[in-house]
């Protein structure tokens, strides 16, 4: 390959978990030389906008241009260029320019690619990255209906922020957003996203129609995934005085044509024809599909390929370090492989993506040094994530719909109607999980219940009595 610049480390995406690994790198050892391999002029950056416990803090995500990026750290040499082929026993890299670099540990941060639907339409768009949500502002401006594909938090929160434009709702499940919240969680959410939020940048008037029917390759968006706030500078909306939603239940896409189907009954024309597995036709100016992530992993051409997991995800051990010698992976290009901690699960959120990184940027610094292993973080004992659905900071902790405990396990509930929604996961006398929605002030208390596993079952559903200070119970 020719004389190659090295460097002590490369890291391999510019989002949140490439960013907090070098942050961590550079903290470590300020005098090492850097790579940072990017797609994107931009880089994300996370910062604690509220720590509100010692495990649980909402986060803002900046984009910053990567020449900032590189005045705040001068020993970072920033290369815009995707990466093509690693070469571990040479321990070189290629990109897709051509160019080539050599490296002493190196961490693959690449992310995901969305999993499109699988038709051949230009009226179909990934929401993934910042250019694809410009991209999906500008293309709203002019529309008066649009499909969007997907039940996760990209497509939940864009369901709550689309101003002035009729939307159908496709969703495989039985209620929204079922991959965070349940049944009740999502009743709630529904029977708020109508109300003037005070607090909201603008009013949403929405109306919500349902219809529940029982019935039975990714492609590659180059940049950084979308974090917490994506659409806070941006303003989506459509071309209408107001807006509906048409939720789908429990349905996918069957076909999408540009061509009115025979069977489509309205006059109307439309760009795009939506035909979904329950019978129905609708038409519309484009589809958004936000359908999930496949991890986006890196070709090898020497020696043994990575172990991938059942996700496909690239195997970490508890150092982070792939199953070839030098190379770390961190976020959601990666799958934890070791026992993890019973209140703990991985999830492909940024929330994950951030600690993942820094811990894998403290992991190969103390590597190089040749310093001991180090004690897994403690980010890993307990699950947490804050996001925001129809106005409403929602606080995930522990197994919090119950994951792990095989069903038998007792839910506590308490609900106050536009204000806030509390779920309790209790099994055998001892808190596992919450789920949070509102300002309840609660989370301090369930967290070190959910830690210290103590026993509960004397207090039963004076847990969630309004009138008790719990808090009490437990200093």
Same mark, same amino acid.
């Given at each position: 390959?020719?004389? !190659?610049?090295? $460097? +002590?480390?490369?890291?391999?995406? @510019?989002?949140?978990?490439?960013? /907090? #690994? ?93 999993? !499109?639907?699988? $038709? +051949?339409?230009?009226?179909?768009? @990934?929401?993934?990255?910042?250019? /694809? #949500? ?103 909306? @459509? ?237």
């Amino acid at each position: 390959m020719g004389d !190659l610049k090295h $460097f +002590d480390f490369v890291v391999v995406g @510019g989002g949140i978990a490439g960013i /907090s #690994a070098i942050e961590q790198i550079c903290l470590r050892i300020p005098e090492s030389n850097v790579l940072l391999l990017t797609a994107s002029a931009f880089v994300r950056v996370a910062t604690a906008k509220l720590r509100i416990t010692s495990h649980i803090e909402e986060l803002q995500i900046q984009e910053e241009a990567v020449k900032d990026f590189h005045k705040r750290y001068p020993n970072v040499t920033v290369v815009i260029a995707k990466l093509e082929t690693i070469y571990p026993v040479s321990h070189s890299i290629k990109t897709t320019s051509g160019a080539t670099y050599g490296y002493r540990k190196i961490c693959i941060c690449s992310g995901s690619v969305p999993k !499109l639907v699988n $038709f +051949d339409s230009p009226n179909i768009i @990934g929401l993934r990255d910042t250019d /694809s #949500a410009v991209n999906l502002k500008q293309r709203l401006e002019k529309s008066n209906r649009v499909c969007v594909l997907g039940n996760g938090g990209i497509a939940t929160e864009l369901i709550y922020e689309l101003r002035n434009i009729d939307v159908i709702w496709v969703i495989r499940d039985k209620y929204i957003a079922s991959a965070f919240v349940d049944s009740g969680a999502a009743e709630f959410l529904m029977n708020c996203a109508d109300a003037d939020r005070t607090g909201d940048k603008h009013s949403k008037a929405l109306r919500y129609t349902t219809s529940h029917v029982a019935t039975g390759t990714g492609k590659d968006v180059p940049g950084c995934a979308l974090g917490p706030n994506w659409h806070t500078n941006l303003e989506l909306t @459509g071309a209408l005085a107001n807006k509906n939603v048409k939720i789908e239940f429990q349905t996918f896409i069957k076909d999408v044509n540009e061509k009115k189907p025979d069977s489509y009954q309205e006059k109307d024309e439309w760009p795009v024809y939506v035909t979904l597995n329950n019978g129905k036709i609708f038409g519309c100016d484009f589809v958004v599909s936000a359908t999930g992530v496949s991890p986006s992993i890196p070709e090898i051409k020497e020696g043994s390929p990575f172990e991938l997991g059942k996700d496909g995800g690239i195997l970490v051990n508890q150092s982070m370090e792939s199953s070839v010698q030098d190379i770390y992976a961190a976020g959601d290009v990666c799958t934890v492989n070791w026992d993890v901690a019973f209140h703990w699960f991985q999830m492909r959120l940024w929330s994950q993506a951030r600690p993942m990184g820094s811990y894998a940027g403290m992991c190969m610094a103390a590597s190089l040094l040749k310093e001991a292993p180090l004690p897994l973080d403690f980010s890993f004992e307990l699950f947490t994530h804050v996001t925001r659905f129809f106005g409403f900071r929602v606080v995930l902790l522990g197994l919090f719909n119950g994951q792990k405990l095989e069903g038998r396990y007792e839910a506590l509930v308490r609900v106050t109607k536009g204000v806030e929604y509390l779920k309790l996961v209790v099994q055998d006398g001892k808190l596992h999980g919450a789920v949070l929605i509102g300002d309840t002030e609660m989370e301090e208390t369930f967290e070190n219940l959910i830690l210290n596993q103590l026993d509960i079952s004397q207090y039963g559903e004076n847990l969630l009595n309004p009138d008790i200070d719990i808090e009490d119970y437990f200093d």
